[in-house]
Nanobody, 115 residues
Framework: QVHLVESGGGLVQPGGSLRLSCAAS????????MGWYRQAPGKQRDLVAV???????NYAASVEGRFTISRDNAKNTVYLQMNSLKPEDTAVYYC?????????WGQGIQVTVST
């Protein structure tokens, strides 16, 4: 099994910044894809950003230029630096890991952007 532990969420004002972290443990292959998804109430879970073990990245158009995903392979940890946050970024953010045909999810962490 793979376990994902998220941290760094909370309340921030519009225009502010947050940094999310997700540490993976367990039966982790060296080749994998990690990333972040988010889900607002009443909406589907959507891709935010993903990064491969080789460093290739992909971003949702709504966050590109504001968010940056990175990873530390030695620590099996993925990060999401979120800048210029908007109220529409408010959601539960889920860490994700994929090993070929197997998928794992974190428990989710709340991010609220509000005055």
């Amino acid at each position: 099994q793979v376990h994902l532990v998220e941290s760094g969420g909370g309340l921030v004002q519009p225009g502010g910044s947050l940094r999310l972290s997700c540490a993976a443990s367990g039966s982790i292959d060296s080749i994998n894809t990690m990333g972040w998804y988010r889900q607002a109430p009443g909406k589907q879970r959507d891709l935010v950003a993903v990064i491969t073990s080789g460093g290739n990245t992909n971003y949702a158009a709504s966050v590109e230029g504001r968010f940056t995903i990175s990873r530390d392979n030695a620590k099996n940890t993925v990060y999401l630096q979120m800048n210029s946050l908007k109220p529409e970024d408010t959601a539960v953010y889920y860490c994700h890991l994929r090993k070929l045909y197997t998928y794992y999810w974190g428990q989710g962490i709340q991010v609220t952007v509000s005055t």
